[in-house]
């Protein structure tokens, strides 16, 4: 089973809106993963967990903030985004040695008013 | 600044033909080589891995290392309309696990 879980699948937000997006796997992988693509655009990372510890920040803003509470769960917080974080957020698993292959989720579509 | 390069394309094959996609990267060092298809408003889906010069074959697909001259090919053989999608080449970018992605090719297969 290469299955990663992401909800919601489609979520509009307001600019003063707190909202979270959430990922679940359960492939016993240790290193889960927070992507952002534009349209037209390949996957940019923005966080790296690595057994349950943030491992990589991107400089991503402090609008976006990442949890992981526990091995199975990744969440991102979001919170004040602007019109130009709309984008499809991919989270992807993998068992996290150096060179492993990634699954990602089927991506939550992320539209900022 | 590591970097992977792809022809952006669109590249379109008759229904039929093989498809030939080519992925160059910059950093000497790299060890582990994906493919992935992205149809469009889905996510990426890994179709292919590589990690040793010359080709492995799953199915209909080929994909080729050469470290040598740091390039990595995906050939899609009898290719189908269905196979039209975006090809995004990627390589591990360090010791978490995570992704360099190319720009992808963008692949059109005309029944």
């Known amino acids: 089973d290469t299955e990663v879980t992401q909800t919601p699948k489609h979520l509009v937000m307001g600019m003063t809106n707190k909202k979270s997006l959430k990922c679940e796997q359960h492939?016993?992988?240790?290193?889960m993963y927070w992507y952002k693509q534009k349209a037209k655009k390949p996957p940019e990372l923005m966080f790296v967990y690595s057994y349950e510890k943030l491992s990589i920040n991107e400089s991503v803003p402090s609008r976006f903030s990442p949890e992981c509470p526990n091995s199975s769960l990744l969440n991102l917080h979001l919170h004040a985004l602007q019109p130009e974080d709309s984008a499809l957020y991919l989270c992807?698993?993998?068992?996290?040695?150096?060179?492993?292959?990634?699954?990602f989720g089927q991506g939550t579509r992320l539209t900022v008013v | 600044q590591k970097e992977v390069e792809q022809n952006s394309g669109p590249l379109s094959v008759p229904e039929g033909a093989i498809a030939s996609l080519n992925c160059t990267y910059s950093d000497r060092g790299s060890q582990s080589f994906f493919w992935y298809r992205q149809y469009s408003g889905k996510s990426p889906e890994l179709i292919m891995s590589i990690y040793s010069n010359g080709d492995k074959e799953d199915g209909r697909f080929t994909a080729q290392l050469n470290k040598a001259s740091q390039y990595v090919s995906l050939l899609i053989r009898d290719s189908q309309p269905s196979d039209s999608a975006t090809y995004l080449c990627a390589v591990n970018g360090g010791s978490q696990g995570n992704l360099i992605f190319g720009k992808g090719t963008k692949l059109s297969v005309k029944p």
């Open positions: 492939m016993g992988h240790r290193a």
């Open positions: 992807a698993s993998s068992p996290g040695q150096r060179g492993t292959e990634a699954f």
